[in-house]
């Protein structure tokens, strides 16, 4: 049953219909037959993605020109290199963090082993979204193998050659028992959140996130949200103003602006909203060329859907557009575009934008921007550009965020010491490096004591009768 999709390429427009309570049975019974417990057995798993990601390269860059008309750089810098650098930094590491942890323990037990095993969860489900559809899908991934999951992944419907790339690739490399690719959309999820399920990791926007936050309060079943939201830059006028520009634009229009820790809007006085509308005249021409869709550098927008939405925001934008503001549906290509001048009232301002639009607000200090931000949703991350330390102190302390980020944009998400997640709204949970494992790690807590005589002396007024002189002690 092929069709054409929403991206105007052919492929089966139907997943293959699997029985998903089958599915999810026989994944428990492969965590309860013990297969991915040993640290060997995820070592070699681990190894095995690391080779697919080697070998597939090739195809990885494919199925994400396919998906979004990603440029081969951006594929290897956000999706692909990412992956392997985590995945070599966990095979580096898992050990050592899947070993027992032997906390302090004090005086009263000494004669006692104290101890903290990094148990697997069991039987997880990870939900991918499409504007980074291997990258979302995969991190967590590795770190729910490391962790010694088994693991049912569910690739977001709307990156189809990236979905198709999953399902088809993914068990030619990995243990098929312990890891399952279920393909499909809203229906086949639906059908995944009425089953029983140790931990559900879901990436992807927050109406859907509260749907699978409800499924999984059934069976108490903990989450980790990635979710989106807007993410607000501030800029005093005490920075360099050309390279603030660079970071700003380049964070904006990177994947076309659908990029979750994207910078959504600014906020900066006139005169700096002047200077930076001018710099960025100077780059995007520089980076784009005159005619910035021909320009090999800019992806498209996912589908005729999203890009019906983000017209109609530009349509009720117009008067504000400073900076491009042409797009073209047949193509689903929007020039980076900037606006000026643009109000609370306006309706770009209601909801995270996802596209290559960057509004700038113009607001007259720093407390007032504060005060902007704090009267919204807390962002998944907030961008800061400031010379001065005050100023960093002052929305370090003041504001609420997943992440904050100083004096650029994006690159605090690679570095893997970090964990990255939302707060409120933006979302629940972090992963990252080492948080990766331990968002998939129940950290069992384990005191192991001796028969002893001195021991069961020391500790034996707790038994009854409570006279008040056993109370001394
Ligand atoms: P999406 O449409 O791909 O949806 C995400 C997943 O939810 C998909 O796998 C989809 O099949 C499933 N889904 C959709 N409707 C459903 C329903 N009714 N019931 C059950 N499952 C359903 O992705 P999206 O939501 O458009 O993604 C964009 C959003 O994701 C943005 O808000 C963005 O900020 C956010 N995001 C967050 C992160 C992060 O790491 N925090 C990363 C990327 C994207």
């Not at 073209?328 to 770009?348: G, H």
């Not at 807390?378 to 102190?393: D, G, N």
């Not at 992963?431 to 005589?453: E, I, P, Q, W």
Request: glycine share 8%; aromatic share 10%; with cysteine.
């Amino acid at each position: 049953d092929n069709t054409m999709n929403g991206n105007g390429t052919l492929s089966s427009s139907k997943p293959k219909p699997v029985n998903i309570p089958e599915v999810v049975q026989k994944a428990r019974d492969t965590f309860n037959s013990g297969t991915t417990k040993p640290l060997e057995w995820r070592k070699r798993q681990l190894k095995n993605l690391q080779r697919m990601y080697e070998e597939c390269r090739g195809e990885m860059i494919d199925a994400l020109v396919k998906d979004l008309r990603r440029s081969k750089m951006e594929a290897v810098l956000l999706e692909v290199d990412y992956l392997v650098n985590d995945l070599t930094n966990l095979l580096n590491k898992f050990e050592e963090w899947a070993k027992p942890e032997r906390p302090p323990k004090g005086l009263v037990n000494m004669m006692d082993d104290v101890v903290i095993f990094n148990d697997p969860y069991g039987v997880v489900l990870i939900i991918g979204a499409w504007n980074y559809p291997l990258q979302l899908l995969l991190l967590p991934f590795a770190g729910a193998i490391a962790a010694g999951n088994v693991v049912i992944l569910k690739p977001s419907e709307l990156a189809v050659a990236s979905a198709k790339f999953i399902a088809e690739t993914l068990p030619k490399y990995l243990d098929n028992d312990a890891f399952v690719v279920v393909e499909g959309g809203p229906e086949e999820t639906t059908e995944l959140l009425k089953q029983k399920f140790d931990y559900i990791f879901y990436t992807g926007g927050t109406n859907v996130g509260r749907i699978v936050y409800a499924a999984a309060t059934k069976n108490l079943t903990p989450v980790t949200l990635e979710l989106g939201g807007k993410s607000p830059v501030f800029i005093d006028n005490t920075t360099d103003i050309e390279i603030t520009a660079k970071r700003v634009l380049w964070g904006k229009f990177i994947n076309a602006g659908q990029t979750c820790i994207a910078p959504d809007y600014v906020l900066c006085s006139k005169e700096v909203q002047d200077k930076f509308v001018e710099c960025s005249r100077k780059i995007l021409k520089e980076w784009y060329g005159e005619d910035a869709q021909k320009s090999p550098d800019l992806c498209r927008i996912i589908n005729s859907r999203h890009f019906g939405r983000l017209q109609s925001l530009l349509e009720a934008s117009k008067d504000k557009v400073v900076l491009g503001g042409r797009y073209d549906a047949q193509d689903r290509f929007i020039a980076p575009t900037v606006l000026a001048n643009v109000t609370l009232n306006d309706k770009i301002m209601e909801d995270e934008i996802f596209g290559p639009i960057l509004p700038i607000v113009p607001v007259d200090n720093a407390y007032e921007a504060i005060k902007f931000i704090n009267d919204r949703e807390h962002p998944l991350v907030l961008y800061l550009f400031s010379r001065q330390s005050k100023i960093h102190t002052l929305f370090t302390e003041q504001t609420r965020s997943g992440s904050l980020c100083v004096n650029d944009t994006i690159m605090f998400y690679g570095v893997d010491t970090l964990p990255f997640g939302g707060v409120g709204n933006s979302g629940i949970g972090a992963y990252h490096g080492k948080a990766s494992f331990d968002t998939f790690t129940h950290k069992k807590s384990c005191l192991v004591r001796n028969f002893a005589a001195i021991g069961e002396k020391l500790g034996s007024g707790r038994y009854p009768p409570y006279t008040d002189g056993k109370l001394k002690f």
